[in-house]
């Protein structure tokens, strides 16, 4: 006689790696149109916007270890990881030291800004028009 019970485990674990692979493929759809929009004419103005701006769009942040986070973000030269000081350690230092940048791919923004415990679970398939949204908000704070 055939385990019912473990036969639905075994259903519901099959499930969850169709699911998985579909959110892969969508999370690597969504980084390469990423990669394609910033280097695009339209990415170009996108930068340009950030740059003029001075402002910078975060795709998510996560704990970096040692007093630090990593935040994810967009800015007017590009993809970026900022590592830096956070919470009482950057609170009581005197000096506080400058983040370490180093720069990501479409991919690494992505993820970041897939993962709920660090972009807020934002679904792959609308990642690039909340990317519009936010881009549209800054142009429309330009000063007159």
């Given at each position: 006689m055939t385990d019912w019970r473990e036969a639905a485990a075994r259903y519901r674990k099959a499930q969850s790696s169709e699911k998985r692979i579909a959110l892969n493929n969508e999370i690597e759809k969504t980084a390469h149109d990423?990669?394609?929009?910033?280097?695009?004419e339209k990415g170009d103005e996108a930068l340009k916007l950030l740059a003029a701006s001075g402002l910078h769009i975060i795709f998510g942040t996560e704990k970096a270890g040692n007093g630090k986070i990593a935040?994810?973000?967009l800015n007017g030269t590009g993809l970026w990881k900022s590592?830096?000081?956070?919470g009482s350690s950057a609170a009581?230092?005197?000096?506080r030291p400058?983040?370490?940048?180093?720069?990501?791919?479409?991919?690494?923004?992505?993820t970041v800004a897939v993962?709920?415990?660090?972009?807020g679970g934002r679904s792959p398939d609308?990642?690039?028009?909340?990317?519009?949204?936010?881009?549209?908000?800054?142009?429309?704070?330009?000063p007159a």
């Open positions: 990423l990669a394609w929009f910033l280097n695009s935040v994810y973000l590592v830096e000081a956070t009581y230092e005197k000096q400058s983040p370490q940048l180093s720069g990501i791919d479409a991919m690494a923004a992505i993962n709920p415990e660090t972009g609308r990642i690039m028009a909340w990317l519009r949204n936010e881009l549209d908000a800054i142009a429309e704070r330009a």
